[in-house]
């Protein structure tokens, strides 16, 4: 079911989630939206991620259904989470957002959609107000012109190690990282962090798993 028809239910989404940016003290790091579905990599500061996300698409299901005269559930099931690790595994993600639309067939490069960070990433667009790019950017080199191509450049080329990474994030792994992030994050390594917070992978609709909230260690998809 196509839940954003045409350009102004895009628009209306984006500016429903820069308001629960704000209100919520997210995080926005990158975004897809797609006709029936959505990604973000958000990083949360507090434990409040089930409540953003309830606002978010509550918010954007009453508009949906008074604008185009529908009744019912604009969203079906509850969204999927994924807790990312930052290092080694934050440009597989923003990859994995950017090239949604490229594997839909809906373009044919990810420049070319509209409804994605891509093109702010990219610098070929001004980045809207919820959006923060700065941390992906810095993975990528300290120089902002540099970074941008470097991050163009790891969206465009494939390689077998990141097919690899990516089929990780298509899958239902809870969290995603190495074997000490994952201990760390599930609570298996006593006295043991990561020391830069994770990301959590984009929120999409067909899955049943239910957010969990993880104060200074979450972010979302």
């Known amino acids: 079911m196509r839940i954003f028809l045409d ?77 990312v690790q930052q290092e080694g595994y934050l440009a597989t993600l923003v990859r994995y957002i950017a090239l949604n639309p490229v594997r839909a067939k809906l373009v044919k490069r990810p420049a070319d959609w509209k409804w994605s960070g ?27 012109v540099v970074a941008r191509e470097r991050y163009v450049k790891h969206v465009v080329t494939s390689s077998a190690e990141e097919d690899a990474r990516a089929d990780r994030l298509r899958s239902k792994e809870r969290v995603i990282g190495d074997r000490l992030f994952k201990r760390s994050i599930l609570g298996g390594a006593r006295g043991q962090r990561d020391e830069r917070p994770p990301i959590l992978s984009p929120a999409t609709f067909d899955a049943v798993r239910g957010p969990v909230d993880g104060g200074d260690t979450v972010a979302i998809e």
């Open 118 to 144: 891509h093109r702010c990433l990219a610098g070929l667009n001004p980045s809207p107000s919820f959006l923060t790019p700065d941390a992906i950017l810095r993975e990528f080199d300290g120089d902002l």
């Open 7 to 83: 350009e102004g239910d895009y628009q209306k989404f984006l500016y429903i989630l820069s308001d629960v940016v704000d209100e919520f003290d997210l995080e926005c790091w990158d975004y897809c939206v797609m006709p029936n579905h959505y990604h973000l990599a958000l990083l949360n500061r507090q434990e409040n991620l089930s409540e953003a996300m309830q606002q978010l698409n509550g918010e954007y299901a009453v508009w949906w259904n008074g604008t185009h005269r529908r009744v019912g559930h604009t969203f079906q099931g509850r969204f999927k989470d994924q807790i």
